[in-house]
């Protein structure tokens, strides 16, 4: 696959009400750098011939050309979000060229995916159609029905992360359908549509930042991959 056959849609629309901030999330800064600056970087570092498209709130647009402009972030479009992330997808789909042949959704907020994961999820989209990167469920499980609960096997769980790649005309014809609650990710949207979906190895570091708590494990995840020591 060539890599200028692969556009990149990057997801950042969220308010960050659960990191609790004045700024949104994906702002904040990790190991010197804004989480965005970080995702975008990966993705540049892996693919660099691919087309980014950033999608973020209508009101945080000019803020994050600013802030760019003052750290060493790759070339990157940025198109207006939506309600939902189903919409802020749909804007991003919509501002990629007809021309790729993949498209590659990721979370704004996951900073840390490897050129190597994100080559492999490529290669399994090239093979398959689609490729979401997994990891095993490592802690214990609980289904609660009203005051009881019961252990489930965790064996059979997988963990879901993105980027979720798919072949570019599988994901359009997945994104033009009405908006369903039901929809959790992009894999979600395009099994809705009818189409089986291929997992990948997915990487423990590859980490949501969505919390407090995750901002002190995302430091620590960019002291190792910058090489840098307490």
């Given at each position: 696959?060539?890599?200028?056959?692969?556009?990149?849609?990057?997801?950042?629309?969220?308010?960050?009400?659960?990191?609790?901030?004045?700024?949104?999330?994906?702002?904040?800064?990790?190991?010197?750098?804004?989480?965005?600056?970080?995702?975008?970087?990966?993705?540049?570092?892996?693919?660099?011939?691919?087309?980014?498209?950033?999608?973020?709130?209508?009101?945080?647009?000019?803020?994050?050309?600013?802030?760019?402009?003052?750290?060493?972030?790759?070339?990157?479009?940025?198109?207006?979000?939506?309600?939902?992330?189903?919409?802020?997808?749909?804007?991003?789909?919509?501002?990629?060229?007809?021309?790729?042949?993949?498209?590659?959704?990721?979370?704004?907020?996951?900073?840390?995916?490897?050129?190597?994961?994100?080559?492999?999820?490529?290669?399994?989209?090239?093979?398959?159609?689609s490729a979401?990167?997994?990891?095993?469920?490592?802690?214990?499980?609980?289904?609660?029905?009203?005051?009881?609960?019961?252990?489930?096997?965790?064996?059979?769980?997988?963990?879901?992360?993105?980027?979720?790649?798919?072949?570019?005309?599988?994901?359009?014809?997945?994104?033009?359908?009405?908006?369903?609650?039901?929809?959790?990710?992009?894999?979600?949207?395009?099994e809705h549509?009818?189409?089986?979906?291929?997992l990948c190895?997915?990487?423990?570091?590859?980490?949501?930042?969505?919390?407090?708590?995750?901002?002190?494990?995302?430091?620590?995840?960019?002291?190792?991959?910058?090489?840098?020591?307490?």
């Amino acid at each position: 696959m060539e890599q200028s056959r692969v556009g990149v849609i990057i997801v950042a629309g969220g308010s960050g009400k659960r990191m609790g901030g004045a700024l949104p999330k994906q702002f904040a800064l990790v190991g010197g750098e804004p989480i965005l600056a970080r995702t975008i970087n990966a993705f540049r570092k892996a693919l660099p011939a691919s087309r980014i498209v950033v999608v973020l709130p209508s009101e945080y647009i000019e803020f994050w050309k600013n802030l760019s402009a003052r750290f060493d972030v790759a070339k990157h479009s940025v198109v207006e979000g939506g309600a939902e992330r189903f919409y802020s997808v749909k804007n991003g789909i919509e501002a990629l060229s007809d021309a790729v042949d993949l498209i590659a959704v990721h979370d704004g907020v996951r900073p840390f995916a490897s050129k190597e994961m994100i080559l492999r999820t490529v290669d399994c989209a090239t093979t398959n159609g689609s490729a979401i990167p997994v990891v095993k469920a490592v802690d214990s499980y609980r289904v609660v029905d009203g005051e009881s609960s019961k252990i489930i096997d965790r064996n059979p769980l997988r963990i879901v992360q993105t980027p979720q790649i798919f072949a570019a005309p599988i994901l359009r014809a997945a994104y033009d359908t009405p908006f369903c609650n039901e929809f959790t990710d992009d894999a979600s949207v395009v099994e809705h549509s009818g189409e089986k979906i291929s997992l990948c190895e997915g990487e423990y570091t590859n980490i949501k930042i969505t919390t407090p708590e995750d901002l002190i494990l995302g430091e620590a995840i960019a002291r190792e991959k910058d090489g840098k020591t307490l």
